[in-house]
């Protein structure tokens, strides 16, 4: 084991890389007190928390592996709270916030920051930012898209202490319980956060301890030095140009199938990136509104995981970065705008960056996810068990993965900007009185391509008692999830209530309505967009999918071009000479597929970016 160094002694890169990784495992231990500490179903089931470093100036200096929205999400709100507590930090203090336009995201993520001191030094915060089951407002679980003003998504919170050197302050947590639905669990939640806190501020002290705290300290400057300097060359690969690309939220929360552009351009130049907005529509009416915390997570999220994945994770990698974001705009609201439902502009930002990123770095980004947040908040009370309940749908958040440059997408599963775990059907059935019937694959939910889109689901669940608010938070019902490459879009997803009179309702992406015992939920997710040309996808796999039912013999014929008899066997000679006819007749091959109907809806062609022409011997596939 190393031992304490001396305060003014330098750093040796060994021990330099030793202090980085011990901070990356400070930061784990961190996130796993949080989850394995919490109360709330989305916290101890979904693990929708995280929790990350900063040194004394609030520059992340480490963060757990954990969802990527959140951990970008933290950096504004540890700045609030140095510029609103400036000369007013103490060691014991404890700070709380959620307020969006004060360092914040939406209302249900509440941050927890705790400053951490060396002989009545600051040197550090540690901190955590967990999704709140409830956090009042106007529909269970705070996160109605048809919010007009934020005042009606719930509690607002501004920084506060809810610790005073070391005293808790017992009036908040009286205030935030009675103003929530779940105030067990939420108080529960705001508890683990504090012991994820705690437990951060006892590590960081062994290190001071271990190696000096300027030692320490230099440590995380050199750590952000490294961090820019590697970022710095990786984008300096990129072409010295800018990228454009667009995509569509079906609408803003209040009226249906009324479009929202999200218009990017990413300009590389000098070892450096900048990501311009301009050219987003307005800020909505409802509560699709992003603040800069929520759209920089964002662009951070995509420019690492596409341009530097193996940087490390601290404040270093941003100075290279520079984002404009026209204010006013979705990307960036003006208060007092709603932002319930900010997590489905967030995931279609990553699109747009991700179509920037697709045509700077070829062959290195995946086809379009499923690009939605299935995030639909149930709640009621439950006659027989005598209790209120606020609880999203048992079935995954997100579908499919898109198809990737050399293999295909994954099946139903957290990806992009997200990174929460399924809420067990077990756990929903014994938390609300709703049963699910079914959850299963949804056949050629994925995009056509060379390599497939991962599948997305189809689940149909029933409300067995008593009356209940759904709050139906959904996206990509309009516009599919983008082909790549010449692979083909995902369809679009889709959600049919089915009355218990018999009455079925086709519900937009977005809507609040109210259920009755005997009414039926059904909900389909599409899968990622296909990558590469799927008639050159090889038989055996097109076979594969066949007999697992992830393909039907109907795309098999029409998107990949395969011959079947009438056992369902591929004719290999018929498909050969199908492909070459349906690449003479296709034609071309494009980078971008947006789907049948883009061009009507947006007056944008569907394909987009020219590849080349299709080659008879590569249609082949066989």
């Not at 994770?313 to 319930?340: K, S, Y």
């Not at 209790?387 to 992009?416: E, F, H």
């Amino acid at each position: 084991m190393l031992q304490t160094r001396n305060v003014t002694s330098g750093l040796d890169p060994i021990s330099l890389e030793v202090i980085r990784n011990r901070l990356t495992v400070i930061a784990d231990e961190m996130e796993s007190t949080l989850l394995r500490s919490s109360f709330s179903a989305i916290m101890k089931e979904a693990l929708d928390g995280s929790a990350a470093i900063f040194d004394a100036h609030g520059n992340t200096i480490a963060q757990a592996s954990a969802i990527p929205i959140h951990l970008g999400s933290l950096i504004p709100a540890v700045r609030q709270v140095i510029e609103v507590f400036k000369g007013d930090t103490c060691d014991g203090d404890i700070f709380i916030l959620n307020d969006p336009y004060q360092g914040g995201t939406h209302l249900p993520d509440i941050n927890i920051i705790c400053p951490v001191f060396d002989e009545g030094e600051l040197i550090a915060f540690t901190a955590s930012i967990a999704h709140k089951q409830d956090i009042g407002g106007k529909t269970p679980g705070s996160t109605p898209p048809d919010a007009t003003e934020i005042f009606a998504e719930g509690l607002i919170v501004p920084p506060l202490k809810l610790y005073r050197k070391g005293q808790l302050s017992r009036d908040i947590l009286a205030l935030i319980a009675s103003n929530v639905r779940l105030p067990d669990g939420v108080i529960g939640d705001i508890e683990a956060q504090v012991a994820c806190g705690k437990i951060g501020q006892r590590r960081l002290g062994e290190l001071v301890a271990e190696f000096g705290r300027d030692n320490l300290v230099q440590a995380f400057a050199e750590m952000q030095d490294h961090a820019e300097r590697i970022t710095r060359e990786a984008l300096s690969k990129a072409p010295s140009r800018a990228f454009e690309f667009v995509d569509y939220l079906d609408d803003d929360g209040i009226t249906p199938h009324q479009p929202v552009k999200i218009a990017v351009k990413v300009t590389f130049a000098n070892g450096g990136v900048t990501v311009d907005f301009t050219g987003t529509d307005a800020q909505a009416k409802g509560a699709l509104n992003c603040v800069p915390s929520s759209t920089l997570a964002a662009v951070y999220y995509a420019i690492r995981a596409v341009c530097v994945p193996d940087a490390p994770t601290n404040e270093g990698v941003h100075r290279a970065i520079t984002t404009i974001m026209p204010e006013g705009t979705i990307v960036n609201a003006v208060f007092p705008a709603p932002v319930a439902a900010r997590t489905i502009t967030v995931r279609r930002i990553v699109s747009v960056m991700m179509g920037a990123l697709a045509q700077a770095f070829p062959g290195r980004v995946p086809a379009a996810c499923d690009g939605q947040s299935n995030y639909v908040y149930v709640g009621g009370y439950d006659p027989e068990a005598g209790r209120r309940y606020v609880s999203m749908l048992g079935v995954p958040t997100s579908g499919g993965m898109g198809g990737r440059p050399a293999k295909d997408g994954i099946d139903v599963i957290s990806s992009d900007a997200s990174n929460v775990v399924r809420y067990p059907i077990e756990a929903f059935e014994t938390d609300t009185p709703f049963r699910v019937k079914f959850l299963k694959l949804w056949p050629d939910s994925g995009g056509a391509g060379r390599f497939r889109g991962g599948l997305g689901y189809h689940a149909e669940m029933t409300l067995l008692r008593g009356d209940a608010t759904m709050t139906h938070r959904r996206d990509r019902h309009d516009f599919a999830p983008w082909g790549l490459d010449g692979g083909s879009a995902s369809p679009t997803c889709k959600t049919i209530l089915h009355r218990a009179s018999g009455i079925a309702e086709s519900l937009a992406s977005k809507i609040v309505t109210g259920i009755g015992a005997g009414d039926r939920i059904e909900i389909f997710t599409t899968g990622g967009g296909g990558y590469g040309d799927p008639l050159a996808r090889p038989l055996d796999e097109v076979a594969a999918d066949l007999r697992s039912g992830k393909v039907s013999c109907e795309s098999a014929m029409r998107d990949y071009g395969v011959v079947l008899d009438a056992k369902g066997a591929i004719q290999v000679e018929e498909t050969a000479r199908h492909r070459g006819s349906l690449a003479g007749r296709q034609g071309k091959l494009y980078r971008f597929d947006r789907g049948d109907d883009f061009a009507a809806k947006t007056g944008e062609p569907r394909h987009q970016v020219e590849l080349g022409a299709r080659r008879n011997s590569s249609a082949a596939g066989g």
